[in-house]
Nanobody, 127 residues
Framework: QVQLVQSGGGLVQAGASLRLSCAASGDTLSMYAMGWYRQVPGKLREYVAAISPSGGNTYYRDSVKGRFTISRDNAKNTVYLQMNSLTPEDTAVYYC????????????????????WGQGTQVTVSS
């Protein structure tokens, strides 16, 4: 079983950058596809980005393409979400998630396929 601990986030002004980190323990992260999701109060959680176990494949929701970058360092058992040019619409609680995929290099954006979740971290972007 893997435990995910998030760090980063906070309050920034529009146009600023933030980096979220998601550190795993209890298992080898290289067997997991990873995703970042976000949720605004009163709305459904939505995917932001996903990355395959090797890091060779990534996928982004349209609204963050060109601004956000998902990456991973399997040697450090950590996944990152670099967020640039932030806007107030990016304000949300962000979650990382892990989906066990031994022997494959697929990724998924389907929330129900993720097995483990981080604790969530607040990102607030002021205008």
């Amino acid at each position: 079983q893997v435990q995910l601990v998030q760090s980063g986030g906070g309050l920034v002004q529009a146009g600023a950058s933030l980096r979220l980190s998601c550190a795993a323990s209890g298992d080898t992260l290289s067997m997991y596809a990873m995703g970042w999701y976000r949720q605004v109060p009163g709305k459904l959680r939505e995917y932001v980005a996903a990355i395959s176990p090797s890091g060779g494949n990534t996928y982004y929701r349209d609204s963050v393409k060109g601004r956000f970058t998902i990456s991973r360092d399997n040697a450090k058992n950590t996944v990152y979400l670099q967020m640039n040019s932030l806007t107030p619409e990016d304000t949300a609680v962000y979650y990382c998630a892990a989906d066990l995929m031994p022997g494959s290099d697929y990724l998924t954006i389907l929330e129900y396929e993720y097995d483990y979740w981080g604790q969530g971290t607040q990102v607030t972007v002021s205008s």
